[in-house]
């Protein structure tokens, strides 16, 4: 079953314009926190994956028990208004709502040298000492979690309107990829690209171990 949600231009604008205003005075009130929260949730019923750059915005409203009371926007909830900004402009027009997408999937496995993704009939291996050497002395389990990432660049361009279920063997980092969170930055920073790619092309993300 399919339905459809437009993002118009002026309605893009304004949610533009309302992100803008949040993070050049870096402080909300209750009820600009909850006007702002209620349209970016709105926007988020058409990219899925913005509801996890909701969750520091809402976990602040809970700290405000009166309208006058303000938040200081921290430096998480600043870097979500970015991924925010970032995504926004490829939303104009409509999109559809797909309840029930087909399902594709992508199998990868790190190992401290390198890592094995396969998608398809088409196949990718990389050494991290040459393709990425940033992340040649991380722990493997995020080298497990990047993985998500070196797929969504090669792939992401195909998987308009799917859904992709992603098989890992880690645990912890299938845990990194569906919260997109990771005590290392260079980490947290992949996942958010991960996350617009999925908004920009349009997929949805499910994680197997």
């Not at 722990?139 to 998987?159: D, P, Q, V």
Request: charge should be positive; charged fraction near 25%.
């Amino acid at each position: 079953m399919d339905d459809a949600l437009q993002v118009t231009r002026p309605k893009m604008q304004k949610v533009l314009t309302e992100l803008g205003k949040a993070k050049l005075h870096k402080c909300l009130s209750k009820n600009q926190l909850q006007s702002l929260i209620g349209k970016l949730g709105w926007v988020a019923c058409i990219i899925p994956s913005g509801r996890i750059y909701l969750r520091a915005l809402i976990e602040g409203l809970k700290k405000l028990k009166h309208p006058q009371h303000k938040l200081v926007l921290n430096s998480e909830i600043l870097t979500d208004i970015a991924w925010w900004q970032e995504v926004m402009p490829y939303l104009n027009g409509s999109r559809k709502i797909s309840i029930d997408r087909s399902e594709d999937t992508l199998v990868f496995d790190a190992c401290c040298d390198g890592a094995g993704l396969a998608y398809g009939n088409d196949w990718l291996f990389v050494n991290w000492k040459v393709d990425f050497p940033e992340m040649a002395h991380l722990h493997i389990n995020y080298k497990e979690a990047f993985c998500a990432l070196i797929a969504a660049r090669r792939w992401g361009h195909l998987w308009g309107n799917k859904c992709i279920r992603m098989f890992t063997d880690s645990m912890v980092a299938m845990g990194m990829i569906i919260k997109a969170k990771a005590a290392d930055q260079s980490i947290v920073n992949a996942l958010k690209e991960l996350y617009v790619r999925s908004a920009i092309y349009d997929f949805d993300i499910k994680v197997t171990h």
